[in-house]
T-cell receptor, first 113, second 112 residues
């Protein structure tokens, strides 16, 4: 099936620094990718829809200056958590619409200390 | 409001037993319904996808059913294994929309 690669799988950063998470579609082109956040034992929450070559669409309550999304090519979307704080610690997952449906990345565990 | 409701919220069963998870939805216009398995600390992995005309679809020990009239789906797991312990998420897509609606998931724990 279609494969979405997400990197890194785990990252620990200091408060105030920025962290970039990459999401790549390996065997298909994705004009649209999605970024989710998931708290322990909770459902995935859509943060934003990433559109290749244009601005991302953010869900209500998600700070676009805090979570910068870039979708510069048909196979790569990045999420940058800027000026990270401990409350940004969470599990972040991307997904893309492949030829066999929605395919998710393996997720990134972000811990801000 | 388009919603996807899953039940039970959590379930504990013994290894080797069968179980059934439920998903009811109010999403309209309906396009398809997917069941995903999410292991702790991992991204969801697709188990089955069902469109309006499909009633049953199997993937190994997983069998999904869909009743588009009553807007209900179930995921039946046969002869459960310890590795089945995970969260099972029902995801429904609208016709003409890229953005799916997620259920909250059912947490399944299989004990030896």
């Amino acid at each position: 099936g279609a494969v979405v690669s997400q990197h890194p799988s785990r990252v620990i950063c200091k408060s105030g620094t920025s962290v970039k998470i990459e999401c790549r579609s390996l065997d298909f082109q994705a004009t649209t990718m999605f970024w989710y956040r998931q708290f322990p034992k909770k459902s995935l929450m859509l943060m934003a829809t990433s559109n290749e070559g244009s601005k991302a669409t953010y869900e209500q309550g998600v700070e676009k200056d805090k979570f910068l999304i870039n979708h510069a090519s048909l196979t790569l979307s990045t999420l940058t958590v800027t000026s990270a704080h401990p409350e940004d610690s969470s599990f972040y997952i991307c997904s893309a619409m492949g030829w066999d449906g929605y395919t998710f990345g393996s997720g990134t565990r972000l811990t801000v200390v | 409001k388009n919603q996807v409701e899953q039940s039970p919220q959590s379930l504990i069963i013994l290894e080797g037993k069968n179980c059934t998870l439920q998903c009811n939805y109010t999403v309209s216009p309906f396009s398809n319904l997917r069941w995903y398995k999410q292991d702790t600390g991992r991204g969801p992995v697709s188990l089955t996808i069902m469109t309006f005309s499909e009633n049953t679809k199997s993937n190994g020990r997983y069998t999904a059913t869909l009743d588009a009239d009553t807007k209900q789906s179930s995921l039946h797991i046969t002869a459960s294994q310890l590795s089945d312990s995970a969260s099972y998420i029902c995801v429904v897509s609208l016709r003409g929309s890229y953005i799916p609606t997620f259920g909250r998931g059912t947490s399944l724990i299989v004990h030896p």
